[in-house]
Every structure is written in structure tokens, then in C-alpha cells.
């Protein structure tokens, strides 16, 4: 299905310089689907985003597929979703800080990511510089 999508061309191509990383803001951007238990569920075709604060651990993974195998998240949400192996490598010294905040997207989607590309996506890229974040983890599942 992938071969045949259009393949979106830039005019420029955008880079930043990130400090190091024992100085850095890092934050989590994941397309689990993750959310917390009393936000909206992600449903099929979601486009949107749900923002995980720091703290928060009632989430919940929200992929449908009955292909998809949830064990893994269930008996450790690090797997899909590192925040307390983030908050160790703060702990250490190693990054900077965790940031406030985190955010999760439905990686599951049919075809058409305009949407994401040209909303969603940003919107999430503006909240991640208002809270100072340097680095994303970027966890794709």
C-alpha cells in the first residue's frame, strides 16, 4: 500500500542544533496510541494527539488491530513508552530534565497523514518548543 503513495517534496529543509544532551529538555512523541483512561480513545483514523503529562501512568494503549500484540505495554509501558527509563537518565545526570509534557498519536492510520503532516504534527511541534523540549524520543509502533 505504501509504494503507491505520493511522496511529499519541501522547499527547504529545516534543521536545529540541539545542546548536549546532559543539558537537554527531552520529551516522548509516540504513535502507540497511548492515552490516559479517562482521556478520548483514539479511533480509526485519528489524526489527532493526546498529551500525556510527565507523571501520568494509568495509560492505555489504543491500537484496535487484533494484529497488534499489547503483552509487552501491559507488563511494562517502557516498552512502547520509556518515561520512567527517562527520568533515570535525568536522575543520572545523563539528559537534563524529562519535559512536562508528552504526546501520543495513532500510528495506525489508512493512508491519507495530510492531517498530521500539516496540523496535528505541527501543533505538537509548538507545544514541545513552548515547553523548552531539545530532543524527541521518537517511539514508532
Known sequence: MG??????TFDGTAWASAPRLRD???????????HRAHDDRFSAGDTGYRMIPSDARDLVMGHWSPNFDHTGFQIDLNVVFP?????????DK???RVAPRHYSFAGNQP???????LDSGPAV?????????DVVLLTPV
Do not use: F, W, Y
Open 3 to 8: 509504494k503507491n503513495l505520493p511522496v511529499p
Open 24 to 34: 537537554a529538555t527531552v520529551a516522548i512523541v509516540t504513535s502507540a496510541a497511548i
Open 83 to 91: 518515561i520512567d527509563r527517562l527520568h533515570e537518565l535525568a536522575a
Open 94 to 96: 545523563v539528559i537534563g
Open 111 to 117: 493512508d491519507d497523514v495530510s492531517t498530521i503532516r
Open 125 to 133: 511541534a509548538a507545544e514541545l518548543k513552548r515547553d523548552g523540549v
